[in-house]
C-alpha cells in the first residue's frame, strides 16, 4: 500500500510510503528470530536499496512482524519504507541469514 501519511508524518519531498504487509510462519521444530531491520528492505529496478523507515512503519497504521516465533506459530506485520515517487520494479526482499536459509525475492505490483 502506499499510505499517505497524515499532518504529522509525511514522506520526503520526491517520496512516497511503500507499506508491506507480511506473514510468516515458523514450521521448524526451533524457535526463530524476526527483525524487520536487520533481515527486510526493498530494491527497485536500478538495483539501489531501500531500509526500513520508521515514519512510513507509522503510518501504515500495524506494526512490524518483529521478536522470537515459536514453532508452528505465525506473526503478521507492516512494514515501511520511503522511495522515490519514480521508482519502478520493486520488489520486496527477506534475507534469512539469521536462519542460514538464504534470500526470498517479492515482485511487489
Same mark, same amino acid.
Not at 8 to 35: C, I, R, W
Not at 86 to 96: I, K, M, R
Given at each position: ?16 510510503? @511503500?507499506?508491506?504487509? @507480511? ?61 522515490? @515517487? ?24
Amino acid at each position: 500500500t502506499n499510505p499517505p501519511g497524515d499532518s504529522f508524518n509525511q514522506p520526503d519531498e520526491g517520496k512516497m510510503f @511503500v507499506v508491506v504487509d @507480511v506473514t510468516f510462519q515458523n514450521q521448524g521444530s526451533e524457535a526463530a528470530a524476526l527483525s524487520s531491520m536487520l533481515q527486510m528492505y526493498l530494491k527497485d529496478s536500478t538495483g539501489q536499496g531501500y531500509d526500513l523507515d520508521l515514519m512510513a512503519s507509522v503510518a501504515s497504521g500495524g506494526t512490524t512482524p518483529d521478536g522470537e516465533i515459536a514453532p508452528g506459530e505465525t506473526i503478521r506485520g507492516q512494514v515501511g519504507y520511503q522511495v522515490p @515517487v519514480d521508482a519502478t520494479g520493486l520488489v520486496f526482499v527477506f534475507d534469512a541469514i539469521m536462519w542460514d536459509s538464504g534470500k526470498v525475492f517479492i515482485a511487489l505490483p
